[in-house]
């Protein structure tokens, strides 16, 4: 079954600030876990962009996107957020949102080191 749901991806101008949602079916996967972001362009393979603990207290960047990405999460409403101060091409890509139960943010950026994860949402930034 589909724990984590993306949304908020689309066809947008570079510039522009957008805001992704993920929104888990079960509420022990967001306020239980640390959730990430990751995305992955054409061609590329996945990086990571940004990671939450349970509580909201300690957040990891990628240095990719550091200054312009803000992670958030509300777990009173199931979600986890990335949002974009100003969006460029490269940020063309399909992210998606997943959750870890391992706790220590050294292993954060590891995609292999989450459980679950959603099915991604298309980014496509506009020059």
């Known amino acids: 079954q589909v724990q984590l749901v993306e949304s908020g991806g689309g066809l947008v101008q570079a510039g522009d600030f957008l805001r992704l949602s993920c929104t888990a079916s079960r509420p022990s996967l967001i306020s239980n876990y640390a959730m990430g972001w990751f995305r992955q362009a054409a061609g590329k393979e996945r990086e990571f962009v940004a990671a939450?603990?349970?509580?909201?207290?300690?957040?990891l960047y990628a240095d990719s996107v550091k200054g312009r990405f803000t992670i958030a999460r509300d777990d009173a409403k199931n979600s986890v957020y990335l949002e974009v101060d100003s969006l460029k091409s490269e940020d063309t890509a399909v992210y998606y949102c997943a959750a870890t139960t391992l706790r220590r943010s050294q292993v954060w950026s590891l995609p292999h080191e989450y459980d679950y994860w959603g099915q991604g949402t298309q980014v496509t930034v506009s020059s």
């Open positions: 939450i603990n349970w509580s909201g207290s300690s957040v």
